[in-house]
């Protein structure tokens, strides 16, 4: 590879993650780029996030098509020095990592290791880069810093393999394809394909992810291995179900938000020995209270999900056991871990699917500046522009599923956190006030709590504190 070509890999995001999907490319093959202009948008499982350049010069390549998942530290674009002729990129574009025989030498493939693994001991090529890097900045900014990005430490890979190797250990006998991602070969072996009857579409005859889509999807195609828990999952969209017998109509791949979702519910599921404590609330004074303040103050008074998280964070304080983590260590050995502030989640619906972004340091905010900083963080959720940070650091979950019209919910509590607060509807409902019959305003609160950092007595206690400032907001908030 030529010491012009830049090769800018996909860097870690953030939290640990190791794959983000493609989007969309904010440039072409010709276009001329800037340090820190932005080249590409991509969705992780906590956002999206626009990834920009390292590098100034012309954009030879680009690895990967818009809806392709791709891995951290795998190509993503190639760029020639401002004023190189451009060179032979790094490697093929695709998600695959699949490299192919015309691309460079032995020795050209491990120069270009080893060029990378110096770049990112400079501070670049596996960071964000654009939020400080060490040298080679020849270009100014195309727009300002994105607040809460942090820079990610780069890790240093071991040295490649040779591209030779690579397909000598990967090649079909007789056949001048091959299949270098382990993905792809998993997802055949899954769905029953041979690659022997698969022709690649990728640069010399490299079998890619896409082909093994199509074979799977193709007439007549094997249907995959049988499994008492995922029959008939290989069936493609338009074939027969193997175990109901009825017409596949859609297959939709589970990543983005709904991967992480998944993964963290089930974890929840399967490592927290949670019970649930629920009570109905006469919300009549704090309605009362709430619209007494938006006749003085119109355009700003908090909502009602903002005076329940400051209730919630007064709760907190007093009963700081739901305010924790429960941890074990590889030798077997556990402790709870305490936190000397509230970072408070608070559960929002968007068009990517169920995200907590979380306000940090709750505790130190009034109930307006809870209803800014909560409405500021659900915009940005929506927008799918939150940072991990913003959607990973909470340490107690508000849920607010009142919204969707229901009363209550036996909720699965936000991993790895030990406690969540749902809220339900508030309607009207008959009820006793001094012993008369009147019509009030009636809510259910649920708190579902794990049972190992604290027992019945401090699950009660706290959901009754939260319950009673609802019913008594003007005495609540004069103690806060």
């Known amino acids: 590879m030529s010491s ?31 340090v820190d202009q932005p080249i590409a948008e991509v969705e992780t499982a906590k956002s999206m996030v626009e990834v920009p350049s390292p590098y ?48 460079a030498t032995s020795p050209e493939v491990e120069a270009a290791a080893e060029t990378y693994r110096t770049e990112e001991r400079a501070g670049s090529g596996n960071v964000l880069i654009g939020y400080g890097t060490a040298g080679g900045a020849t270009g100014g900014r195309t727009r300002p810093r994105k607040a809460g990005v942090a820079v990610v430490e780069p890790v240093t890979e071991a040295p490649a393999p040779s591209l030779e190797a690579a397909l000598a250990a990967t090649r079909i006998p007789g056949k001048l394809s091959a299949v270098i991602s382990p993905l792809v070969r998993k997802m055949a072996r899954d769905h029953g ?13 490299l079998i890619m992810r896409r082909d093994v889509e199509a074979a799977i999807s193709a007439p007549g195609a094997p249907a995959a291995p049988a499994s008492p828990v995922t029959v008939g999952a290989g069936a493609a969209e338009g074939s027969v179900d193997g175990r109901t017998g009825l017409g596949v109509s859609a297959r939709t791949p589970v990543r983005g938000v709904r991967k992480a979702v998944a993964a963290n519910m089930t974890r929840s599921r399967s490592e927290i020995p949670e019970a649930t404590v629920w009570v109905d609330v006469d919300a009549t004074a704090l309605l009362e209270m709430r619209a007494e303040l938006k006749k003085r103050a119109p355009h700003d008074t908090p909502g009602l999900l903002a005076f329940i998280a400051r209730f919630v964070t007064a709760g907190l304080k007093k009963y700081p056991a739901l305010n924790t983590r429960f941890e074990t260590a590889t ?15 608070f559960a929002a619906q968007t068009d990517r699917g169920l995200v907590v972004p979380s306000v940090r340091n709750a505790h130190e905010l009034s109930a307006r500046e809870l209803d800014a900083e909560i409405r500021r963080l659900t915009a940005v959720a929506r927008e799918g522009k939150a940072t991990p940070t913003e959607l990973g650091s909470g340490t107690f979950t508000l ?25 339900g509807r508030i309607i009207d409902k008959p009820w006793v006030v001094n012993g008369d019959l009147a019509v009030r305003k009636v809510t259910e609160l649920t708190l579902a709590f794990d049972h190992r950092v604290c027992d019945g007595e401090t699950a009660a206690g706290f959901l009754r504190y939260v319950a009673d400032a609802i019913e008594n907001p003007g005495g609540a908030l004069a103690d806060m």
């Open 4 to 34: 012009d070509m830049q090769v800018f890999r996909l860097p870690d995001l953030g939290e640990g993650l190791t794959e983000a999907e493609l989007v969309n490319w904010l440039v072409a093959v010709g276009d001329e780029v800037r």
């Open 399 to 423: 849920n607010n599923y009142g919204v969707f019209g229901v009363d209550g919910s036996a909720a699965i509590i936000n991993y790895p956190e030990v406690a969540m607060l749902g809220v």
């Open 193 to 205: 394909v041979s690659l022997d009857a698969i022709e690649g579409s990728g640069a010399s005859g």
């Open 56 to 103: 100034a010069g012309t954009v030879a390549e680009l690895h990967g098509e818009a809806g392709e998942t791709l891995d951290v530290g795998k190509p993503l674009i190639s760029i020639a020095r401002a004023g190189a002729a451009q060179a032979a990129p790094e490697a093929p574009s695709g998600t695959d990592g699949a490299v192919s025989t015309g691309v």
């Open 331 to 345: 030798d077997g050995s556990q402790e709870i871990v305490g936190f000397e502030g509230i970072n408070l989640g």
